[in-house]
């Protein structure tokens, strides 16, 4: 058998819980809860967060941290600025925090890439970090992490992960580039003379408070057009949110480490990230993966950016060919330019070049739906491998009754558009035990690796849980044609 199953699952756990901002978009409901805590004695509030603290003790870390973190967030909803002890600030935060399951509801659509760490392992090992999608309450992704081993027989053990899930620090003032701003601005058709106006006070760099403080100082020159200019202020203050970055403490470990949504363009999640191991033209590594944003809405594709899986830039990609799902880089430049395989138009295979890499403007079809397991559509399961026959690229088809297969296809290493070698059938079915799920009948994965002329397999078995298989690489492609 060409696909070997390693009946490793990793499933949901609904005891892997974070700590999270409870919001109500009432005011007045805020001010009541603010009132009703104001009318307890000190006494009474020091016996309530005694016993909130014992009742949550152990399932998260720094909980006091987050709790003054809240009441600085509601401070503003305060009557007077009569001090106010420590245990009230703390108990006021505590009403305005919940516990949220992460991954209560599946964990799924798994990508891996080889771990910047690589001391301290057996002759012939790796260490890998695999992403996951997690979803919970309210169907809202995330992306969380684990890691493990692939030993030299290519057995693969999962590292067991810790009790605790943390929220990452949210960096909004990192810095934009005016001229890559203002090329956004033009293609979302925000440009006028006001934003203009606005940037030219700008410098080539600027931070978030920079950004509002200039639109701020723009409206108040615009006088009475203040109300009809509104509208814009706000859509290039969201486009600024979506861009922001993201950091954990090394003793933080990869299990803890959680990307939930923070932009505006992902309020509904953060969905099914393809990391690839980039190599730049100086010879140094960093890792991108491109994942689909969602508010509820609109689907919008942005990338990810990090070298130590510590700190992570999100950025917007821009350009006319940036549409659909399921965006997937190339682990180099190929001759000189950047690239992609995408999915245009939900059907087909498309293969993207750029000079700029949150720029992309052009594309090709190469691939379209041949044979019945993918006649409805197409589309990719993670970045192309690099071997020496050419570019391995992982597909998924969906056939009869919205099966999803997995298949694969080999890219010309030179000319990417070139397709030299196919599979006629799929290499991985969902079997029995695989097409129970959310989303039945379903194989999908969004990233694999290649050890000792194996390929490590990570995939998604129907939108609900995780598992992994390894394929011999030259049996693979003596089936090709």
């Known amino acids: 058998m060409l696909v070997k199953r390693t009946g490793i699952v990793l499933s949901p756990n609904n005891r892997r ?9 009432d005011a007045g409901r805020k001010l009541r809860i603010i009132a009703r805590v104001s009318t307890l004695s000190e006494e009474q509030v020091d016996a309530q967060l005694d016993l909130v603290l014992k009742e949550f003790h152990g399932r998260h870390q720094r909980p006091r941290e987050f709790f003054l973190s809240r009441f600085e967030a509601i401070r503003r909803y305060l ?6 002890s420590e245990n009230r600030q703390l108990l006021l935060g505590a009403y305005f925090t919940q516990e949220y399951a992460l991954e209560s509801a599946a964990l799924f659509n798994p990508s891996i890439v080889w771990h910047p760490d690589q001391s301290n392992l057996a002759d012939g090992s790796r260490r890998f970090v695999l992403s996951l999608r997690a979803v919970g309450e309210g169907h809202i992704s995330s992306v969380t992490f684990r890691s493990g081993v692939i030993d030299a027989e290519n057995r693969l053990s999962i590292d067991e992960p810790t009790g605790y899930v943390t929220t990452p620090e949210f960096v909004p003032d990192a810095l934009y580039e005016k001229e890559l701003f203002l090329r956004k601005l033009i293609e979302l058709a925000l440009e006028s003379p006001f934003t203009d106006s606005v940037f030219a006070g700008l410098g080539d ?14 409206m108040r020159a615009y006088g009475a057009r203040r109300r009809e200019l509104a509208t814009t202020v706000e859509q290039v203050v969201m486009l600024a949110k979506s861009n922001y970055e993201i950091t954990y403490l090394p003793q933080h470990d990869l299990s803890e480490r959680l990307i939930f949504p923070f932009g505006p363009t992902e309020t509904n999640g953060v969905e099914d990230a393809r990391f690839v191991q980039f ?4 010879g140094d590594w960093r890792y991108y993966a491109t994942y689909t944003a969602y508010d509820g809405k609109m689907v919008l594709p942005q990338l990810l950016e990090t070298q130590d899986f510590l700190h992570f830039k999100m950025h917007t ?10 965006l997937a880089m190339f682990p180099r430049k190929i001759n000189g330019r950047y690239a992609m395989v995408s999915r245009q138009d939900g059907e087909h295979l498309f293969l993207m070049y750029s000079d700029m890499l949150h720029f992309w403007h052009t594309k090709q079809m190469i691939v379209k739906p041949t044979y019945p397991w ?3 559509q197409m589309g990719n399961c993670g970045s192309p491998i690099e071997t020496d026959a050419g570019w391995l690229v992982l597909t998924h088809g969906v056939g009869p009754m919205r099966k999803y297969c997995i298949g694969v296809i080999l890219l010309d290493l030179d000319d990417p558009s070139r397709v030299i070698g196919r599979l006629k059938e799929p290499l991985l079915t969902p079997n029995e035990n695989e097409r129970e799920g959310y989303v039945p009948n379903v194989v999908y994965s969004c990233g694999s690796v290649i050890h000792n002329g194996q390929l490590v397999l990570p995939y998604a078995m129907s939108d609900y849980a995780t598992t992994f298989a390894t394929v011999s690489v030259d049996e693979l492609l003596s089936l090709m044609v």
């Open 79 to 84: 009557l007077t600025d009569a001090p106010m």
């Open 374 to 376: 993918e006649f409805v």
């Open 205 to 218: 760099e600027f931070n978030l408070s920079q950004l509002e403080n200039a639109l701020n100082l723009g």
């Open 317 to 326: 990609l821009n350009g006319p060919a940036i549409v659909d799902k399921g």
């Open 279 to 282: 190599q730049e033209e100086n």
């Open 17 to 25: 819980v974070v700590l999270r901002p409870f919001e109500m978009p």
